[in-house]
């Protein structure tokens, strides 16, 4: 698509049910992040992705927290067992390979999802 | 380890007024470094972006950024405010090694007064 596509815009849950959010690239995007951001805080990395591959889920807080693009394009955010303190804008970003090396590569991001906990 | 320190949570200029907005990173690693702007309700944008070529570097919309290793620095500027420039802006550090993902600043809002 034409820009990164994120689903849903905004979701409210309650405590202790499942979520899962949804990311569409722009088409033909290598690269795929996930992060989170607090209410007055920069973006925080979760997790990223090259094609289908995890690369690396470090920022991922707990094991609730799973992440999954199993044919390259699409990615989704589970959390399990939600918790007020999980309450924040989630980004989905994509990136191409571009020509050096993937830290120097231009991140776009979508609009995010809002989630809040109850 | 990357991190990056906006020093400012908040900023306000009149319109017309010269914008600095401060950024210093933490590298193990020569850095790539990127500003980013953030307006309501929208994901974030690439402003400008340092990839060990040019230390000025030029940005979209009027911007500038200045890398300085000496104080590890990648300060934002603009010569005149103007009131559309009002929004968020974070500077964000990445490296060629190590984690592959950008490490975000904390913001830093920018008000324009008339």
């Known amino acids: 698509g034409a820009g990164v596509s994120q689903s849903p815009r905004y979701k409210v849950t309650k405590r202790g049910q499942d979520v899962a959010l949804r990311c569409d690239p722009i088409?033909?995007?290598?690269?795929l992040y996930w992060y989170r951001q607090a209410l007055g805080q920069g973006p925080e990395f979760l997790t990223y992705f090259n094609y289908e591959a995890q690369q690396d889920k470090s920022g991922l807080p707990n094991d609730r927290f799973s992440a999954e693009r199993p044919e390259g394009s699409i990615s989704t955010l589970t959390i399990q067992r939600t918790e007020q303190r999980d309450s924040a804008m989630y980004r989905c970003?994509?990136?191409?390979?571009?020509?050096?090396?993937?830290?120097?590569?231009?991140?776009?991001f979508g609009a995010g999802s809002r989630l809040t906990v109850l | 380890a990357q991190s990056v320190t906006q020093l400012g949570s908040h900023v306000s200029v009149s319109e017309g007024a010269l914008v600095l907005l401060r950024c210093n990173y933490s590298s193990s690693v020569p850095p790539y470094l990127f500003w980013y702007v953030q307006y309501p309700n929208q994901g974030l944008q690439l402003l400008l972006k340092?990839?060990?070529?040019?230390?000025l570097v030029k940005g979209i919309n009027g911007f500038e950024a200045e890398f300085k290793k000496s104080e590890t620095s990648f300060h934002l500027t603009k010569p005149s405010a103007h009131m559309s420039d009002a929004a968020e802006y974070f500077c964000?550090?990445?490296?060629?090694?190590?984690?592959?993902?950008?490490?975000f600043g904390s913001g830093t809002r920018l008000q324009v007064q008339p």
């Open positions: 964000a550090v990445g490296a060629y090694t190590g984690r592959r993902a950008l490490t």
């Open positions: 340092y990839t060990s070529a040019a230390t």
């Open positions: 088409s033909g995007h290598v690269s």
């Open positions: 970003a994509s990136s191409s390979p571009g020509t050096g090396s993937t830290g120097a590569n231009v991140l776009t």
